[in-house]
Structure formats: structure tokens, C-alpha cells
């Protein structure tokens, strides 16, 4: 009986999308939201979260949203420097609703992490020539039907007031999920020569920030990385939303 179990749906109120529990927050109470969303995305948005989520989405202070790409460098790495901005902890919260975006296609959790993502990127100054997002294989994309990665771009590249390069990077390999890797070696192995740049660029000398959801052994972002700057590229600056750097915001270092 699709138009009763319809009709329902719209009677009772929207859940929230990381925890199920009742969306009460809208758009209008997060301020500013509501109009860079429209500028960003040329629509209105659609948030389903609620007071206790939205209010466990606590900052890294300081300098500590800042650390090297590879949480375990290693001898005769060729981009030994290349450094991370993750300004938020991966904890119990980005643990689900990191999922619920990928596999449950909850693209408004990603944009409104998106924005704040791009607030933090202002806050701390970054500037650069150009911003790309981490590419899904052509597979992967169909599959999800977005790629998060470029959601998290957009305000990134807002927020720098920089071009955004979306098919700066290709995915030449379907790679398995990083998640479903076991150790640190075989995250590296899944992903290498998994990118090449775009002949249609040419980014000779350039910043590039390059932008994806989640980064945890850094493999991912170190290897595109790696392929830009094999490509002339002056400096490559990592971003993602969360880390597992550092795991609670209240903890000493
Ligand atoms: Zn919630």
C-alpha cells in the first residue's frame, strides 16, 4: 500500500540522518547556512540532523587539526613533508555518519560538513591556486551517485577563493574500499598508481589543496598527492574533514 505508507511518512517527522532519532534543526538555525548553501549548490537545502549531532561536531583547537599526511611515515618516502588539515577528531560521530553519506547517500550530511569544513579553511588562512577533490572510480560513482569527496571541494574552494578543478585527478584503478584494508601496508597497495592527472591541466608551480571526507592512514591523499606533484605541481596541501590523528577533542596531547 505505497500511497498510505506516503502519506505516513510525510505525517511524522524527518529523522535525523547520522542517528535516527528526530531531525530539530534546520537550516535557519545554523547562521549563514541557509544562503551560501543556495549559492553553493543553486538549491535549498534539505538538512536532516538533529540538536545532540550537530552539537557533538567539536573542533580540533589550535594547531592540532594540522599534522603530516601519513600517520606512519616511513624511509625514503618522496614527499616526506606533505602535510594533513584535519580540523575535526574521527570519533563516535564521523564514525557514522561518515557511512551514512557513503552508504546510505546522505549527501546534506556532507555538505553541511562541507560548510563547516570551509569555515575552519578560512579561519586558518589557507590559500592556494586551485582545489581538487579526491576522484571515485567510475564504478564507485555510479554506485553512489556522488562523490562526497567533491562536496567537501566545493566550500573548500569557496572558502579559498580558488578555482575548483574537479577532473584535475582521475581514477584510473577501482580500487577495494581502504576501509575493508586490514593494515597500514595493504591501504598502500590498494591505492598505488590508482591516480593520474588530467592533460587538460597544466599546474606547473601550483598550490593545489586537495580535498577528501576522511583520512586515516593517509594513503589515499598521499598517493594523489604524489601524482600531482610528479606533474610539476609546487606544493600539495592535504584537507580532510576528519582525522584519526587525534581521536577526542578533550584529550591531552
Ligand atoms: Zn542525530
Redesign the pocket.
Known amino acids: 500500500m505505497p500511497l498510505i505508507s506516503e502519506s505516513l511518512d510525510w505525517l511524522l517527522p524527518h529523522k535525523?540522518d547520522?542517528?535516527?532519532?528526530v531531525?530539530n534543526v534546520t537550516a535557519d538555525d545554523i547562521p549563514g547556512y541557509k544562503d551560501l548553501y543556495e549559492r553553493l549548490y543553486h538549491e535549498q537545502p534539505g538538512l536532516n540532523?538533529?540538536k545532540?549531532?550537530l552539537s557533538q561536531l567539536l573542533p580540533l583547537e589550535g594547531v592540532r587539526g594540522w599534522s603530516l599526511c601519513l600517520s606512519n611515515p616511513y624511509d625514503g618516502d618522496p614527499y616526506p613533508e606533505l602535510a594533513l588539515f584535519a580540523p575535526f577528531p574521527y570519533d563516535d560521530l564521523c564514525e557514522r555518519a561518515m557511512p551514512a553519506i557513503k552508504f546510505r547517500r546522505k549527501k546534506e550530511i556532507a555538505r553541511l560538513f562541507g560548510v563547516i569544513l570551509g569555515k575552519k579553511i578560512k579561519e586558518n588562512g589557507i590559500c592556494c591556486d586551485l582545489v581538487a577533490p579526491i576522484p571515485l572510480s567510475k564504478e564507485r560513482l555510479e554506485e553512489r551517485g556522488f562523490n562526497q569527496a567533491l562536496e567537501f571541494a566545493i566550500p573548500v574552494a569557496y572558502a579559498t577563493g580558488s578555482p575548483l578543478a574537479e577532473g584535475l585527478l582521475e581514477r584510473t584503478l577501482n580500487t577495494g574500499r581502504q576501509t575493508e584494508c586490514k593494515d597500514n601496508e595493504s591501504r598502500f597497495l590498494n591505492v598505488k598508481g590508482a591516480f593520474r592527472m588530467s592533460d587538460e591541466w597544466d599546474i606547473a608551480g601550483s598550490t593545489v589543496v586537495l580535498v577528501d571526507d576522511v583520512a586515516t592512514t593517509g594513503a589515499t591523499l598521499h598517493e594523489a598527492a604524489g601524482a600531482l606533484l610528479d606533474n610539476g605541481a609546487g606544493k600539495v596541501l592535504c584537507i580532510a574533514f576528519a582525522s584519526n590523528r587525534t581521536v577526542k577533542n578533550a584529550e591531552t596531547v
Do not use: E, L
Open positions: 535525523c547520522i542517528c535516527g532519532d531531525a540532523i538533529c545532540r549531532c
